[in-house]
């Protein structure tokens, strides 16, 4: 098992891994970030296990099979974000996110 720290959207290799397992911006601060990470997980894996803000089933759904990939859903998460960041302003906020897994169709 390789473990590796890095700017995901830089990065590159020679060739696909057997899996990525992320936990990608959910897109609400920044528009279509948590888009713009599973894109470039689709160029480098054919596995890839994701955390998404619930809701947004669909949206994967459509982009995964143009991608030629199959989407499960494995679980829905209940995560509470405690007031860390400058930006939060309650004292803890507690959201929901999908635990998806793409699987790249043979």
């Known amino acids: 098992v390789d473990i590796i ?3 995901f959207l830089k ?11 992320m936990n990608p ?3 609400t601060k920044i528009r279509n970030m948590d888009k713009r990470f599973i894109l470039k997980a689709f160029t480098l894996a054919n596995c890839i296990c994701s955390m998404h803000k619930e809701g947004n089933d669909k949206f994967f759904q459509r982009l995964s099979s143009r ?8 679980d829905r998460l209940r995560i509470v974000i405690k007031n860390m960041m400058p930006f939060h302003r309650k ?5 929901y996110a999908d635990q998806l897994l793409f699987i790249k169709a043979r």
């Not at 990065?11 to 397992?21: D, K, L, P, S």
């Not at 991608?67 to 494995?74: N, P, Q, V, W």
């Open 11 to 21: 990065f590159n290799v020679n060739r696909r891994v057997e899996g990525i397992i």
């Open 91 to 95: 004292r803890k906020h507690v959201i």
């Open 5 to 7: 720290q890095a700017d």
């Open 67 to 74: 991608r030629g990939f199959f989407l499960i859903k494995l």
């Open 25 to 27: 911006p959910f897109g």
